[in-house]
Structure formats: C-alpha cells, structure tokens
C-alpha cells in the first residue's frame, strides 16, 4: 500500500531527527518525520540538560547554522552556568537545566508549524533499495513511503531492551515500544551493526528528599543566550531554580559492593559497550575502588514537576539495591522513587561506512545520524541531525555538500572523529578532541560557521546584518585599544600591582596591558575615558582576541599547514589494495575508509607517516 511520495525520510524525531527534518525542510524539500511515538518527539530520556563541557559549543555552532537546538533551549532554561571560568576562554562551556516536557511540547509545535514538514506516527520496519540507491521507506503496517533521500536518526530505540537487576524486555528509553525488525533489514543490506549501552538514574520525588542537608547550586547571575535570536534581556529575567549537590559515602560503596554479583554489568547480561566517559555508579566504585565519595547533582527536571534527577547516580541494579542505595545518602534517608533507574541496549551503525557527509558510501541517499551513528548525547546528535539534514537536501538540490573541517568546528571534529577512526564506544565531544582549541571558542561560532549557513539558506539576512555589525564592533574596539596610549599614574599602578603585574614607568598602548593575563578589559575601565559602551558579548572577544593573539595566530598557521593536505584529494575509486609501498594494514584501512583527501588518510588510526609518502608519491605519478 502506497501512501504518500515525499523528498526526505527522516527515521526518527528525537534530536537528530527533529534538526534534520527543520533543516531538509527549511530548505525548500518535501520532508516527512516519522516517529514510533508522537509523545516521545524531542525526548530527553537522561539528563533534561542542554549543553556542558565541548557540547555547549556545538549548541552555539548548531545555532550559527541555522539549527533549531539553542533557540528552543533559551526558552525553557531553569538554570544557566557556564563550566570551567576558572580556566582559559578554550574549554569554558555553557550548560543549562532545561524544562523536558516544555522543551518536548515546543520542539513538536515547531515541526508542526514548519511548511515542508509533515510528522507521521510509524515505525519503519525496512528500506526500499533499488541498485545502490534508497527509494523509500515501509512501516509496521505495510505502508510504503516513496523517498529519494533517507536519514536514520534512531537514537537507542532500535532493536533495544531495558535492563534492571535479573531482569530485561524490549523497550526503547522511558517504557516506549522499541523498533523491532529495522535492524535485520539494515544487516540484510550489508550494514555493519554494533551493540552500544547507555544508562540513567533514578527519578525522585522532591518532597522526599531534605534539601536543607544538601549544597545548594545556583545558577550564573548573567545568562548569556544560545541563540543569537533570543532577547537576551528576558532570558535574563527568568527566576532560575537551584540545583543541589550530594555526596556517595562508605555506606553507599559497601551496598553496590555487597550487591555487584546482582549486578546485569558484571554478570554478563548486558552485551553492549557503555560509555566511558558517563559510567553507572557500580562502574564507579568498582573502577575507582580508592575514592571515599562521588559527587551527585540533584537537578529539576521541569517547573511543573515534582521529579528530581540524580546526575551521577544511573545504575542496572535491582530495585531493592537501589532503594538501599539511595536512602544511604544523605538527605535521601526518606527518597521515594518515581523511575526506576535501568540500563538500555539498542544497535548502532558502525560510522566508518559513513563519508563526511554522513551518507552511507554502499547506499546512495542514505544518511545515519546521532546515537545510530555510535555517538552518546543530545547535542552531538542534534549536530550530526542537521549535517545530514543539510546534506540531504543540498544533494537533491544539486549543490555542492557542508563538509566541516577540524579547525572549523567541534562538529566538524565531531564527524572526522566517527568516519576517520570509528568508535568502539558511545563517542562524546570533548574540548580535549580538538586540535584547535583556542579558534574553536564558543563565543566565536558564528564567525566560524555563519557563512555556510547563509549559503545554504538557514540564516536569515536580518541576522546575518546583525552578525556584521556585531564584527564591526569588534574590529573597531581592538583597533581603538591597539592605538590609544594610557600614561603611568598612581591609580593605575595601584591597580597593576593589586592584580599582581608589574607597574608601568612609560606610556603603554591598552592593548599591551590587556594582554597581560591578570589584567581585564573592565579593569582598565577607569584608565580609559574614551570607551564607548559595547555589548558584553563585543568585549569578552576582544579580549580575548588580544590576551591570546599569539597562540590564536600559531594556531591559524597550522590549520592552514593541515588544510594543504586537505587540497590533495584523492580519487574514491582508488585501489588502495594494489598500491606499491603501502603496509598491509594501511592498505586495509585505506580501503574501508577511503577517504576523500590526504589530509583525512593521516587521521586514519593504523596509516604512518611512511604510507602517506606513498600515497603523495603516488598521486604524483597519476598527474
């Protein structure tokens, strides 16, 4: 049964699929997004949080991009932080509590509302394939899709079961149906499947737990947005819920020790890989078996709920062990349970078979895209979501593809990582991934990236004149520092010894004091009566622009160095296999990934320096 012809399939509307359908459909293709659950579009399963250390700079860039993620989590911020201000401007990142069921219901008017866009109830059970080319898409109930484009955005629904103690059922994250068959079609196409893990804690009723015995948290005093398209003012007006701190102690430890043989991690239930860099609690206290405590955070999950999330505390253990575990802490003497911690198991594509457009190299028109993709997170899957989704669209529009480099973006990182080196565990965006730390700032996203999102349509032209005429602040206020000239005075040099910096003798140009590390652009505010009054954003990168000019340069310089390697492409129907000169194990890489330049073969785990030779050696022969 033929039920509808469209341009763009999107399988899925959780994060990845709800950015790639807006962006398929923003850009002018006939887009439909299919979901197992109308109530579970945009669902946040874990942590109701946007952001964190390297994932708030994706927000910023999704958002630079035209992508929908920040403007949606502006509007339903409990609370905003920004992580690491103790530390360089690089690894700073903003994180906010969000509202789930608000961040749910707006995400889903937005589709509803977007023109291009229909959102259809189905699970997809299989792919229409027709000589290496996707052609469509069929549901549970026999119903064929016609298609010219695919993006599978599964998330952890797909052929995943839940796990809690001795006990394991199939289901997809917070009690809904699982997709069931999807993953026996993909591995009849030649799909290569893997098994990832992931878990979450325990919901808790607020009224149970004593709050008074517990560090309180409050959020930053000033917000600053996401989305270059929120009023800043009336984010900053919102009243901001506190979130707690909780501690794990000996007790704690001895239960999860006393209980491990219960445990489904440690008794060979579960099959799949978890994810590092976010173990349960057991994984915890086994691994780090010498710590006395683990920090927990206690956080909202919503402004008209009673629930509470206990970061830090997500485990696969029986619910008696549980319950014990949690009335071991302080302040949860009386916890009163309202969601079962559990683990989940689903199956995931292995990314190498992806190019870095995220199409599958085997399948023409076929795309994968967040947790199916191997990664773990909402903001890497919002980021993969809108690459595919943009690339979908730009195919079948006949234009050329968004291919991010590294020294462009986390995103552009985030993607080389996965189709370059694979992962053998759900991957997650860190700062220490990039290369490029210190040009990959969030403040600056919109520099990086806002031009390839004019270009493909997703950023308006009244934004994009606010974005120059933000630049043209910026350019102004350092050229202004750079020429204007601050003599030697008692004030001033009180105010250079009190930072603990040298005083000066001589007149000295403000940007020199500025770039001094103890010295702050508001603190030369006295010594400088010509300031004109700039925005915070304008000023944090000017300062920023100068205190680190150096590094920033040396930086610049080599990307430039690593985008010659780019420049060099390589043909895809090279025969990496009957190269003279490469090592066996660089043959073999070489034609699993085949990778479209030199500078990507480099990035190949298992290539050398000595087999890239070869392959320049090579390239030059053939031209």
Not at 82 to 93: E, Y
Not at 247 to 270: C, F, K, Q, V
Request: aromatic share 6%; proline share 5%; charged share 25%.
């Amino acid at each position: 049964m033929k039920h509808g012809i469209t341009q763009v399939a999107v399988i899925g509307a959780g994060h990845a699929g709800i950015e790639a359908a807006l962006a398929s459909a923003r850009m002018g293709l006939d887009t439909v997004l299919f979901t197992i659950n109308l109530d579970a579009v945009a669902n946040m399963p874990c942590n109701p949080s946007i952001g964190g250390t390297g994932k708030g700079h994706l927000v910023f860039e999704i958002d630079a991009l035209g992508g929908e993620m920040g403007r949606a989590a502006d509007k339903v911020t409990l609370q905003s932080r920004t992580l690491n201000t103790g530390k360089g401007p690089a690894v700073r990142s903003k994180r906010v509590q969000a509202d789930r069921m608000r961040y749910r219901a707006l995400m889903k008017q937005t589709i509803e509302k977007t023109e291009n866009l229909r959102l259809v109830q189905a699970e997809i059970v299989s792919l229409t394939i027709e000589n290496g080319q996707v052609r469509g898409v069929v549901t549970a109930l026999g119903t064929a899709w016609q298609a010219e484009a695919v993006i599978l955005a599964t998330g952890t629904y797909l052929d995943s079961r839940i796990i809690v103690g001795e006990h394991a059922f199939p289901s997809g994250p917070d009690g809904m149906l699982p997709a069931k068959g999807l993953s026996d079609n993909l591995r009849a196409l030649g799909i290569a499947l893997m098994r990832f893990k992931t878990g979450t804690p325990a919901r808790i009723h607020r009224r149970s737990i004593d709050l008074s015995v517990l560090e309180q948290q409050d959020g930053e005093e000033v917000i600053t947005p996401y989305a270059a398209d929120t009023d800043g003012e009336m984010l900053n007006r919102i009243e901001q819920l506190p979130c707690f701190t909780a501690y794990t102690n000996a007790d704690t430890h001895r239960i999860i020790r006393e209980n491990l043989h219960r445990s489904p991690l440690y008794a060979g239930m579960i099959r799949g890989t978890g994810p590092r860099y976010c173990p349960s609690i057991e994984d915890k206290v086994v691994r780090f078996a010498d710590k006395e405590r683990h920090q927990l955070f206690v956080e909202p999950t919503g402004a008209d709920t009673d629930e509470m999330y206990l970061q830090g505390f997500s485990s696969s253990l029986p619910e008696d062990v549980q319950l014990a575990m949690l009335h071991s802490l302080r302040g949860f003497e009386k916890a009163e349970v309202m969601r079962t911690a559990y683990a989940i198991e689903y199956d995931c594509c292995d990314p190498t078979q992806l190019y870095p457009t995220l199409e599958f190299k085997a399948i023409r028109g076929l795309y994968g895209a967040g947790q199916f993709n191997g990664t773990s997170g909402y903001e890497e899957a919002a980021a993969q979501g809108l690459i595919a989704g943009i690339n979908a669209a730009l195919k079948l529009k006949g234009e050329p593809p968004l291919i991010l480099s590294r020294d462009s973006s986390y995103i552009g990182t985030l993607i080389d990582d996965l189709v370059t080196k694979g992962t053998n565990e759900p991957y997650r965006i860190m700062t220490s991934r990039s290369e490029y730390r210190l040009l990959l700032r969030q403040d600056n996203a919109e520099e990086r990236l806002i031009d390839e999102g004019r270009r493909i349509g997703l950023i308006s032209e009244e934004r994009y004149a606010r974005y120059q005429t933000r630049m043209e602040a910026i350019q102004t206020e350092t050229a202004r520092l750079s020429a204007t000239g601050v003599a030697p005075s008692e004030a001033l040099n009180a105010y250079l010894t009190a930072m603990e910096t040298a005083p000066i003798t001589t007149g000295i140009r403000l940007s020199e004091l500025l770039r001094r590390p103890q010295v702050t652009y508001e603190g030369l505010a006295p010594f400088d009566p010509e300031r004109p009054t700039l925005p915070a954003s304008v000023t944090y990168e000017v300062e920023v622009l100068l205190k680190y000019d150096g590094y920033i340069k040396r930086q610049l310089a080599e990307a430039a160095r690593t985008a010659k390697l780019a420049e060099k492409k390589l043909p895809p129907d090279i025969d990496y296999l009957a190269i003279d000169g490469l090592r066996l194990e660089a043959r073999q890489k070489l034609d699993k990934i085949r990778p479209s330049d030199i500078g990507q073969a480099s990035r190949i785990s298992g290539v050398s320096p000595a087999d890239i030779s070869v392959l320049l050696i090579w390239l030059k022969t053939k031209e």
